[in-house]
């Protein structure tokens, strides 16, 4: 009886776990971007969105999350993360505190054309050799429709 | 006289410098390179067969180059292969393999760049980043390539054939496959895709973006992530196109977004998740298909609208169509359902009662992915009865009004 206790508590946290609000890794290749459809191949730009309730919608660039979010009703305590752009493994970071780079020559899946780096200091290398503007989050979503 | 004279010795004079030659090139350090840089317009190189160790190999004249028993160009896993500069370049029969990849720029076995009239017959190119690549290339013909990559990395992984800002291309007979989309267009304009050959690609076997008025015809797109994406995108005629064993989760055999004034006729659907997945499509015509063997044969989002699906073949699928809302503006005349149980009085072979193409049970797994584990359970079967009776969540305003009795002859 005291086991059966104990199997329920342990299934009823585990559960909780399963429902936090987490990251959910990208499966590059086969996850399909949630606005604009396509499978998300490029680990350079890829975006995801976490509801509050834990639900991660995910995305091939920036431009299609932010799409996504005009589009659609939005929560605004959402987690938005996107690919570090510099770093060679591409983890994801805080898409509000990113410094971004909009160029031509990035060649993001949908067009967007944004690149996102963790800090200034990783995008100046970029920026001095495009001859570009250092952005911000709020400098995106004024952008984009 | 001695005037005349001169102007024929100028004459013939000209003729002389300007008559093609032709330059044979064996292997050697640099033959290549040094061969294309000592043509003149209009000379023909003919390369024997060996290895060439070379790369960067840039043709700013108007030549043509032959291969004789496939010659190999080599990049040696670090360099770009090839560029055209020039306009009416013909290059065939040589196999271009191994370019280097970068995460910076795109680097490609053949790269055709602000140039017009080049041609690319009979070739190989194996294992580069990127395959082809047109930029600025207009009335181009990529015709018989063997397109390959055995090396499967999807951040660098380029595509097969890659045309950006290019139009009046024709490109045909091709063989791609293992690149990231087979054939590429962006910005690309009336141009034509037809008898290609596009299997095993990560993504697409064949993507269209902000790409108008182009067609493809009589291809085949087999085991792609999902056979062909045509996406924001006017004029589009799709015809005579296979799409077959498109499988996975984001898989469809043809995805449709934000497309207007396009037709789909006489293709083949066999085998896909989704054969077509419409979303934000607007006046397509959906004419004389074969769907067959398909999970879905048929996804329209409700922000379709002004699409017309005639004569079509639904043979065997799970579902044939499925939407997510109720609304629908779509119009679906004289199709021929396999699942159709109405009965013909008549005789006229048209089916007397209208036949509801989308099964309670679709509607259901559209909004509950995860209730699909009770498809064709009895519950199901029960449920699918009932609505039959009394419909009561499936959209009333689909349904085709003149179904045929007997399967329509393609």
Not at chain 2, 247 to 269: C, M, P, Q, V
Not at chain 2, 318 to 327: A, E, I, K, P
């Amino acid at each position: 009886m005291k086991h059966n206790t104990l199997i329920f508590l342990l299934g009823f946290f585990m559960l909780q776990f399963a429902c936090s609000p987490d990251f959910e890794p990208v499966d590059y290749g086969h996850d399909a971007c949630a606005h604009c459809r396509m499978t998300i191949m490029d680990k350079r730009y890829a975006a995801e969105l976490i509801t509050p309730k834990g639900k991660a919608y995910k995305f091939d660039d920036a431009i299609c999350m932010l799409q996504y979010m005009s589009a659609n009703q939005v929560s605004p305590d959402s987690r938005l993360l996107i690919a570090d752009h510099s770093d060679a493994t591409h983890p994801f970071i805080d898409a509000r505190k990113a410094i971004y780079l909009h160029n031509p020559s990035f060649k993001t899946p949908m067009n967007g054309n944004y690149a996102a780096f963790a800090s200034e200091k990783a995008a100046v290398p970029l920026k001095d050799n495009l001859e570009q503007k250092l952005l911000h989050w709020e400098d995106l979503t004024r952008i984009n429709p | 006289m001695m005037k005349h004279l001169w102007l024929l010795l100028w004459l013939t004079g000209s003729c002389l410098t300007n008559y093609a030659t032709t330059i044979r090139v064996s292997p050697g350090k640099d033959a290549l390179r040094t061969a294309i840089g000592k043509a003149l317009p209009g000379d023909t190189l003919l390369v024997q067969k060996g290895i060439y160790q070379e790369h960067d190999i840039n043709i700013t004249r108007t030549i043509t180059i032959v291969g004789s028993g496939m010659p190999v160009i080599d990049a040696s896993s670090k360099y770009p292969g090839l560029l055209i500069t020039a306009d009416s370049v013909v290059i065939q029969g040589i196999q271009v393999q191994r370019t280097g990849r970068s995460s910076i720029s795109d680097i490609a076995g053949i790269r055709i760049s602000n140039a017009k009239n080049v041609v690319l017959r009979n070739n190989r190119i194996l294992d580069c980043t990127y395959g082809i690549y047109l930029q600025n290339a207009h009335n181009c013909t990529i015709l018989n390539n063997i397109v390959h990559t055995g090396i499967k990395n999807e951040i660098n992984g380029g595509n097969g054939i890659h045309a950006w800002k290019c139009d009046r291309l024709q490109i045909s007979g091709n063989n791609v496959s293992g690149h990231r989309d087979g054939i590429y267009f962006e910005f690309v304009t009336d141009s034509k895709i037809d008898n290609n050959i596009s299997y095993t690609n990560q993504r697409y076997g064949l993507h269209f973006m902000f790409s108008h008025q182009n067609s493809y015809t009589k291809n085949t797109f087999r085991e792609n992530g999902a056979g062909v994406a045509v996406m924001y995108t006017r004029g589009v005629t799709m015809y005579d196109n296979t799409f077959v064993q498109n499988w996975g989760d984001a898989s469809y055999g043809l995805l449709l977004k934000e497309i207007t004034d396009s037709k789909i006729e006489h293709n083949r659907f066999i085998k896909n998740t989704i054969a077509i997945h419409m979303e934000g499509t607007t006046r397509v015509d959906v004419l004389h298909n074969l769907f067959q063997d398909n999970g879905w044969a048929l996804r329209v989002m409700a922000s379709s609208s002004g699409s017309r699906f005639t004569e079509n073949n639904f043979i065997s699928n799970s579902f044939d169509v499925v939407t997510n809302g109720t609304l629908m503006l779509n119009e679906f005349h004289r199709n021929y359902w396999d699942k159709y149980d109405g009965y013909d009085l008549d005789r006229d072979h048209i089916g007397d009662v209208p036949h509801y193409p989308v099964s309670v049970y679709a509607v259901i797994s559209e909004k509950i992915p995860a209730a699909m584990i009770l498809y064709r359970s009895f519950l199901t079967g029960i449920m699918e009865q009932v609505e039959k009776v009394m419909p009561s969540m499936i959209p009333d305003q689909l349904k085709d009004d003149s179904p045929m009795m007997k399967k329509i002859e393609l």
